[in-house]
Every structure is written in C-alpha cells, then in structure tokens.
C-alpha cells in the first residue's frame, strides 16, 4: 500500500503550513473546529457578508468574510466599528475607503465561530446605522485603509518534532479540524495505561478531544493519537500551550517503553478507529462512517 493510498483511507488528514499564519506557527495556539475551503452551511447567515473561501497550495491566500457598504456618517461608523472590535482581539479586521462607501473584510487562514460571531455583530451594527449593501460592480477607488490586526503572543518555534500539526477532511457544515498528532508504538501490554495518562495529560493542558486509532498485532500496537477542541466562539475559546503539552508526552517515555513514529510496515499502519477517548462537538470532528 503507497503513502498517498493510506493517506485517502485516513480521508486525506493534510499537514498545513502556513507562513503567515501565527496561530499555526506560535507555541500557544487555538485548536478545533475551524472553516477555510467552504462556509460554514446551516450555521451562519448573512445579510451583508459575502463569504471567500481559500484555495490553499501556491495561492496561500486566507479565507475571508467581505462586505461593501455605504453609509452616510462613515467616521461615526468607523468608531463604532474600532469598539465594537475591541471584543474580538482575535480577528482581523481590514477597511478599505472611498467617501462614504467601504469595503470590510475579516479575514484568517482558520476562520473559527468567534469571526463568524464578529461578522454577525457588525451586521447589526450596520443595520443600526442604517447601511446599505452596495454592488461590488460599481467602481470603488480606495481612497483611505484602516486595518486591525489580532492580538499576537510572542513567537515560539513547535520544539517537539514527533508533533505534527493536521487538518481534516470537511465534517457536518463543512467543518475541518486543526489538530496535534502525535505517531508512536510500544508493547501491546502499556497502551490502556498509556491512554489514560494521556487523558489526564489532556485535562491539564486544555485539551478538550483526544481519539486514536490503533493496529495491535501480536504483543505490540502502533497507535496514531489526535489531540484537538471543539467549536471556538467569542466566549469560550480555548487556548493550548502545545510546548508544555509536548513536554508532558516526552515524560512518558520514561514510564512506558514508548517510541515515537510506527512500527514495522503498512500493513501494521493504524487505520482502526476513531476511539473516542474525550470529545466535544463529536459531529464537526470525528467521521464514524
């Protein structure tokens, strides 16, 4: 069986690298539920915003959230905007200008629920003042920028190399996944005591949902682990430390006989699962089919 075989049964988990994108590239980073490729279908509805999806590979362009608008008091507006963006620190916000017309765009390379969130209270704001959806037809000269970045952490390289960071295959609404993954093996007789340590690993480190899929054959077992959250909204977005998690993992290898990576050949690859050790919003994250 090729790389690119086990890669399709495993429905395509994609390693993303993305080289402005700090949420990946930061020890301190958000995991779970995100959109990128599509809209998030049955979740979300707009008046205003129009969404843009990325395409990824060589374009490496973020998905994006636009709305071109008039509206008469454009500097009242633009204030109401900043305070209102003030309660989202983690979103991007770019205005583009021209009299009193604008373009907004929100915009990342992982759009979670609190950008979506974000688009839905500027919508009220701009049906408060009165806005109007204008056609993107119409000529528009940029006369004037604003633009809003989120707030950064300190950059910190990944130091664990036996973690990988993943994405999905699109879930219910057109959801994917951002993830740690971490390969390993060791004696068939470790892995229950393992995964409960990893569990209790979980606990501590804000981590939500962690599954596994596994292939025992005689007294060993290679193990495929996934560590992840669920959906990330304004109020209850979790925030992972993947360094001390990273930190934590190593330490078993000093209790168990545990080695990172796979044992013997593909057809000991571990494609049995998922296992769901601790989940939330199991419907955007584990495929069961």
Known sequence: MTNLRVLKVLECEILFKFDYCTIINQSSMILGVYWYFKFPSDLYDFQFFKFYPGYGGHADNPAELTARIQVEDIDDFIHQLEK?????????????IDGIQMIITIGDYMLFDFHFQFALEVEELLIEKNAVLVDFSIPFTIQSTKNF????????????????????????S??????????????????HSLIDDLAQICREENLHVFYYNDFDFKDHCNLMLFFTNGRQRKDSCQKVDINSFGSKVRQLTQKYPLHFGHFGSFKEYPLHGPHAVLIADEEYILNQK
């Open 84 to 96: 209102l963006k003030s309660g989202f620190n983690r979103t991007y916000l770019h205005l583009n």
């Open 149 to 172: 970045p989120p707030e950064r952490e300190e950059f910190k390289n990944i130091e664990h190399r036996f973690i990988q960071m993943v994405g999905s295959d699109f879930r219910k």
């Open 174 to 191: 057109n959801a994917e996944n951002y993830a740690a993954r971490i390969d390993c093996n060791l004696p068939l007789q470790y892995k």
